[in-house]
């Protein structure tokens, strides 16, 4: 008070303009650094879940390609209608491998992560299938390769089907995870934004009503005090 007391009036106006500006100006920088936070939050939500569902269906429509082309394979009644059909696999096996990629980057869990190291595992497995299948084929043993792929290549390819279907709804879970986190941020924000402003308001308000007070005192002592 005293230091109010002993401070002319024009510097006691600026000042507390000045801290009320300063207060302002701190809340603002609060809330964006708190909405900043949100839309990062955001920004990972869309890489890690929503983007890798594109490279997840891809993968898995290139599977039921490869399959397709399997079945044409071993019923195939010409070589050139065979090497077209192997031509399409291995571009597919290179899409599969892109997509399988980008996933795997996406990942935010060690359960995740298990999951994926498991569909690798089944991947590798019915493409050592496909490969001899193809191999009997084109040797000449049709009949062999068609019972290998009804018998055992069924079996491989329907866990490789059970693979991605786990990697789909491990990443639905990974995204429904982001979700919540980011809805939480999002409501912890708001609530500090606020806080902060109502802060920034009572202290502005207290700021000028004891700025108020030292300036009516002052004037009451001493009307010449403005000049």
């Given amino acids: 008070m005293n230091l109010l007391k002993n401070t002319r009036l024009q510097t006691k106006l600026i000042t507390g303009f000045v801290l009320s500006s300063l207060v302002t100006l701190a809340v603002g920088v609060f809330a964006v650094i708190e909405l900043h936070k949100v839309n990062e939050a955001d920004t ?9 569902m594109k490279d997840l269906l891809r993968l898995s429509v290139g599977f039921q390609r490869i ?13 050139t209608e065979v090497q077209q059909r192997i031509a399409q696999i291995e571009r597919l096996r290179k899409e599969i491998d892109e997509s399988s990629t980008a996933v ?15 569909y690798k595992v089944h991947r590798a497995a019915f493409r050592q299938m496909t490969d001899k299948v193809i191999k009997l084929k084109t040797s000449g043993d049709s009949q062999r ?3 290998f792929l009804d018998g055992e290549g069924q079996t491989l390819a329907n866990q490789y089907q059970d693979a991605i279907n786990r990697l789909v709804k491990s990443k639905e879970e990974q995204g429904h995870i982001l979700a919540e986190k980011n809805n939480n941020l ?4 708001t609530k500090m934004i606020f806080l ?3 802060l920034g308001f009572f202290f502005s308000v207290g700021m000028g009503i004891l700025l108020t007070r030292a300036v009516m005192k002052q004037l009451g002592e001493d009307p010449g005090y403005l000049a």
């Fill in 44 to 52: 990972v939500l869309y890489e890690r879940a929503t983007v890798p």
């Fill in 67 to 79: 399959r397709v082309n399997m079945q044409g394979i071993v019923g195939a009644s010409t070589e």
């Fill in 104 to 118: 795997e980057k996406t990942l935010i869990s060690d359960e995740a992560k298990r999951i994926v190291e498991e």
């Fill in 145 to 147: 390769a068609e019972d």
């Fill in 186 to 189: 999002a409501s912890f924000s």
């Fill in 196 to 198: 902060a402003i109502a």
